[in-house]
């Protein structure tokens, strides 16, 4: 019986696991796009957050901003 509730316990716990690395994920992606939006607008030569390797150059039409990688070419919604 002590097996049981150590299980539950276990499975309680990678629950929580999961929710705070989905939290993670999402934090880390806003604070990606933070990184781009502030890196795009100063920098000349900016870093991919997400590979590290390319850079990120600003694409833009009317009423859109985006900053997207070279490299592995992910793309990055800036506001205004
Ligand atoms: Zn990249």
Same mark, same amino acid.
């Given at each position: 019986?002590?097996? #049981?509730? /150590? %299980? ?6 990678? @629950?929580?696991?999961?929710? +705070?690395?989905? =939290? ?16 795009? #607008?100063? /920098? %000349? ?6 590979? @590290?390797?390319?850079?990120? +150059?600003?694409? =833009? ?20």
């Amino acid at each position: 019986m002590a097996d #049981d509730s /150590l %299980e539950r316990r276990v499975e309680r716990l990678e @629950g929580r696991l999961e929710a +705070v690395e989905e =939290s993670l994920d999402r934090y880390r992606r806003q604070h990606a796009l933070l990184l781009a939006e502030v890196d795009v #607008d100063a /920098l %000349e030569d900016p870093a991919c957050p997400e590979c @590290g390797e390319g850079t990120l +150059v600003r694409r =833009s039409g009317l009423s859109w901003a985006k900053a997207v990688c070279r490299e592995c070419e992910t793309a990055w919604v800036l506001s205004g």
